[in-house]
């Protein structure tokens, strides 16, 4: 109980940041003096928002595997094995949340424009997109802090970050200028303050230093990266429309972020670890079984 409960309100949190938006954004857009308020929520909720929960699979797959694997650690003593497990977590959230994050931003306007119809969709895309990496590093560290024994520690950041996007969301979505992005930034802003509260709570109990000097190879590789499929965007979209102008800056997007990370050496071998199953690197034994 002292598990299930926790993990269980952290997962009702969610929906309740979704049932905020629905009780809220709708009246304070008729507040701010918009008589399509619905038609503003509804490009909020309907052509902004599933583009942003599509990428944060990953590093939900992630926290939950990180869970027993940490908690398997700790249990076991073996605080240089959680510490390693820990930060490979992260990193790995970084890794994937920063060019998630990056290529949505590029791609804010186009994507609504291409599947909708909607361009006005492309704001609030665009500033959603930029929380989706404290999205990754708030599910990764909270499976961290679950698989320490402190489920309550997510909840609670969780829960503080819900309290301040529904104060933001209150005021932002009011004020004309903002309107519906108003409500895209509470969102982030509220994923923000978790992910930074998590993270904080982590460091207490995990070495992370190694973790925060790592971060610039990745963060340089995305920046190449956006440059180079806004560039391909720019120029195919006029040429050969824009599902080719799509198609093509994600494909060099791809390869330009690959390429960079493996020149660059941004991936560790603790990365691999997670990734590859013992089998396939042959000669090492495993810290737990010896074999």
């Not at 320490?148 to 005021?171: A, C, S, V, Y």
């Amino acid at each position: 109980l002292q598990l299930a409960i926790p993990i269980s309100l952290s997962s009702m949190i969610l929906p309740l940041m979704n049932l905020i938006d629905a009780a809220v954004v709708p009246s304070r857009l008729h507040a701010a003096g918009f008589a399509n308020a619905t038609a503003l929520f509804g490009v909020l909720t309907g052509f902004a928002m599933p583009f942003v929960v599509l990428p944060t699979v990953f590093t939900a797959a992630l926290s939950m595997s990180l869970v027993p694997s940490i908690s398997e650690a700790h249990a076991l003593q073996m605080q240089s094995l959680v510490e390693l497990r820990a930060r490979a977590g992260i990193r790995a959230a970084v890794l994937s949340g920063l060019p998630a994050s990056a290529g949505l931003i590029v791609l804010s306007t186009a994507l609504p424009t291409l599947l909708y119809d909607t361009p006005s969709a492309g704001p609030p895309l665009a500033i959603l997109s930029a929380g989706l990496l404290f999205v990754s590093v708030q599910q990764t560290t909270s499976g961290i802090l679950q698989g320490l024994g402190f489920p309550n520690l997510p909840m609670r950041n969780l829960l503080i970050g819900t309290l301040l996007k529904l104060i933001l969301t209150w005021n932002l979505t009011a004020m004309p200028a903002w309107n519906i992005k108003g409500a895209a930034l509470a969102t982030t802003c509220g994923f923000l303050v978790a992910s930074l509260l998590n993270v904080w709570e982590v460091s207490r109990r995990v070495n992370l230093n190694r973790v925060m000097y790592t971060f610039f190879k990745p963060l340089l590789s995305v920046g190449i990266m956006a440059g180079a499929a806004y560039g391909v965007l720019d120029f195919v979209t006029p040429r050969a429309g824009l599902l080719l102008g799509i198609l093509f800056a994600v494909a060099v997007g791809v390869c330009v972020y690959t390429l960079l990370l493996w020149y660059l050496k941004a991936i560790e071998k603790e990365e691999l670890d997670m990734i590859l199953p013992k089998r396939f690197r042959s000669g090492e034994r495993s810290p737990l079984t010896g074999r």
